[in-house]
């Protein structure tokens, strides 16, 4: 059983209201449309390459071949194809984290391989 103190500390709590400029919302926008850009072409590059036709080739199943394939493989294509840039670039890109870059990739690559048929 958890014991509770007796005696009662109160504490201040901020509360912050979020008021969507229009720069804001010109920057979700922009987010959004990076997001889905790469998730078209990840999702373009993984059917032609594990795809139907393809069904024998090993597809990455634990999460740091997953993570491998999306650093060594996925990302450098990205940047070219769709950026033509050599490294990561934030504000460029769109998707200022890179540990959120990673896991949205690897969600996916966990996605496409759950409904991959074999």
Not at 48 to 54: F, H, R
Request: charged share 30%; aromatic share 12%; glycine share 6%.
């Amino acid at each position: 059983m958890l014991k509770l103190p007796k005696t009662t500390e109160y504490i201040g709590v901020r509360r912050y209201r979020l008021v969507a400029t229009n720069d804001l919302a010109a920057k979700f926008e922009r987010n959004i449309e990076a997001g889905n850009k790469i998730y078209n072409y990840v999702l373009k590059y993984l059917k032609k390459t594990y795809g139907v036709k393809n069904l024998k080739r090993p597809y990455p199943t634990n999460k740091t071949a997953k993570l491998f394939l999306a650093k060594d493989v996925l990302i450098p294509k990205i940047l070219k194809d769709l950026y033509g840039l050599s490294k990561w670039d934030g504000k460029k890109v769109g998707i200022h984290s890179q540990a959120l870059r990673d896991e949205y990739l690897v969600s996916i690559l966990t996605n496409f391989g759950e409904h991959r048929k074999i």
